[in-house]
């Protein structure tokens, strides 16, 4: 298979959306392999949750993979190794996400998660203008409409408490810029 993306932005945002491209492409086609070997011809309900956000992206890796980052925001314990590797995060909203990690990137994570037969992705890109948006994206085949619905109210909550967390640290790193060093 051939894969070609154009039409990127010129000047200095075209990093970020061609590292977004190249980060966004790497979990849907990591996704799609997913899909094809466990749940071809399955039903699928997809939930997306998007916030607002102020981050660096070599910071934000450590809130979708170590506990420590995790745990601010997401679980009560368990974190997200490498690509292949299982894993089995508890979350602050009750229930497990256990499964695979199926990509990772330097700014977005994709894992299979068992409990609803399907795949999560930790999402993170760039909307122009310097803004930029935290998310996730859940993606279930089978999975009933009752609990869909549970699942986006915690995916709600959870990302308000990673936009919140990713604001405090912006204003943390903005004060220390600001403060003079002690000689």
Not at 27 to 36: C, E, S
Not at 98 to 123: D, H, Y
């Amino acid at each position: 298979m051939t894969l070609v993306n154009s039409g990127f932005l010129e000047g200095s945002e075209w990093d970020e959306e061609y590292e977004g491209i190249l980060s966004g492409w790497t979990n849907a086609l990591a996704v799609l392999k997913h899909y094809v070997e466990n749940h071809f011809g399955k039903p699928k309900t997809a939930i997306l949750v998007l916030r607002p956000a102020v981050f660096q992206y070599e910071a934000l890796l450590p809130y979708f993979t170590t506990s420590e980052g995790l745990s601010r925001w997401l679980t009560s314990s368990g974190e997200i190794g490498v690509a292949g590797e299982g894993c089995a995060l508890s979350l602050h909203e009750g229930g497990t996400m256990t499964g695979r990690v199926l990509a990772i990137t330097a700014r977005e994570v994709a894992v299979s998660w068992n409990e609803v037969g399907g795949v999560f992705e930790f999402k993170a890109f760039g909307t122009g203008a310097g803004n930029r948006m935290v998310g996730g994206r859940c993606v279930a085949w089978n999975l009933p409409p009752g609990r869909a619905g549970e699942i986006k109210a915690g995916m709600e909550k959870a990302f308000d408490r990673l936009s919140a967390e990713l604001a405090k640290a912006a204003e943390v790193a903005i004060s220390q810029r600001a403060s003079p060093s002690p000689l």
